[in-house]
């Protein structure tokens, strides 16, 4: 099966999700209580889709670009493929063929397979029912798999695609994966095509918590509530940020938003820590993409300014960079900030941040024109310091 997507009419997402495990190799992958992206549902093939699975592989596109190894399916014969060999993949580690399925409304979208699956790699193919095309789901779906593969223990996620078929090759290149080689190849439908090979190298899952000399840096949890308030309602340090002080309302809301905020590969696209000295929450620093195909991000920082002077916001801002470079192999990182805002412009240039742009006037914050720094490092020139 080869990747399946095109930016069509959307009339109703879909979902399915149900708990399981998969075993590649020897690594069993535990049951999850439910998908983790929000708006996309995974779970292994089910007899409840086989009439959906029928009729997308009716589709045009499915047929032309999905290269699925049958050459007719019914509802009847999608479900002895599902007791059958789909089961037996399962039970094996040698196939998983997955449902995506809408979150909400779970209902069918479209199918992801794992297959040729050897100790470290596997190749993922996916197709999109054509009542399901142009909400993003081959995206997700592609990211499912990535995560899927990597908590089954294995390194290297591959796919094939025609060269014709554009949209898939837009789907692999903003889910990671790069393009590796151009070459004809045999298809699981038995064709011999010129295709595009993608790769994508699936790295572990940051480790929590970061420790630097002196401190901690971790992900939010629901016991932040109170101490974020006490910060960030202060009009000293809301002052050269976007945001008015925060309310109670808005520290509950943000919260939110930051317990999601744990991986920038993730759905959300970015990771909000906690700075900890001693046990003691002193601020945080976030980093996020802001081009995920071209792997570039944002940086931005908060320190309560009782723990000021003393060095702990660069030795967070440096820990945060280096895990941006190394760990998630970004081409450069930026970090904006109110031009009157001198004690972060310092530390930005203290960590290797190099000035790029001063705009004048170019951002209406609380009542006032305001100008912008922009500062920058490359990765290029992380790797020489």
Request: aromatic share 8%; charged share 25%.
């Amino acid at each position: 099966m080869f990747p399946v997507a095109h930016p069509t009419s959307l009339t109703k997402h879909a979902s399915v999700s149900y708990p399981f495990y998969v075993r590649f190799s020897a690594c069993w992958m535990p049951p999850p209580s439910r998908s983790p992206l929000r708006t996309l549902a995974y779970a292994p093939l089910s007899e409840l889709d086989a009439d959906a699975y029928a009729a997308g592989t009716k589709d045009e596109a499915v047929r032309r670009f999905g290269h699925l190894p049958e050459s007719d399916y019914t509802p009847e014969s999608v479900r002895w493929m599902i007791r059958d060999e789909v089961a037996e993949g399962l039970s094996s580690g040698t196939l998983a063929v997955l449902a995506l399925a809408d979150a909400e409304t779970d209902r069918f979208v479209g199918s992801l397979v794992l297959f040729d699956v050897s100790s470290e790699a596997a190749e993922v193919g996916f197709w999109i029912h054509p009542d399901a095309r142009g909400a993003g789901h081959a995206r997700r779906g592609l990211e499912l798999a990535s995560r899927f593969a990597r908590n089954s223990g294995l390194r290297t996620l591959t796919a094939r695609t025609l060269l014709e078929n554009k949209a898939s090759q837009r789907c692999l290149t903003n889910a990671g994966f790069r393009e590796v080689e151009r070459a004809v190849g045999t298809t699981p439908a038995g064709q011999c095509e010129e295709l595009f090979h993608y790769r994508r190298d699936l790295k572990p899952t940051a480790q929590w918590p970061l420790a630097t000399e002196r401190l901690r840096l971790r992900p939010h949890n629901a016991d932040d509530a109170e101490w974020l308030h006490e910060l960030y309602s202060r009009p000293d340090v809301a002052r050269y940020l976007l945001d008015e002080p925060w309310t109670a309302e808005v520290t509950h809301d943000k919260l939110t938003e930051r317990l999601a905020k744990t991986d920038i590969d993730g759905e959300t696209g970015a990771l909000a820590l906690v700075i900890e000295h001693d046990g003691v929450p002193i601020g945080d620093v976030a980093l996020w993409l802001t081009d995920h195909e071209h792997r570039q991000g944002e940086i931005g920082w908060v320190l309560d300014p009782a723990h000021g002077g003393q060095g702990f916001a660069s030795e967070a801002v440096r820990a945060v960079l280096a895990l941006g470079f190394d760990h998630y192999r970004l081409h450069r990182i930026t970090a904006q900030m109110d031009a009157r805002n001198s004690a972060s412009a310092a530390l930005a240039r203290r960590v290797g941040l190099r000035l790029e742009a001063h705009h004048v006037q170019d951002w209406f914050s609380k009542g006032e024109w305001t100008d912008t720094l922009i500062f920058a490092r490359l990765t290029s020139e992380n790797i020489r310091r």
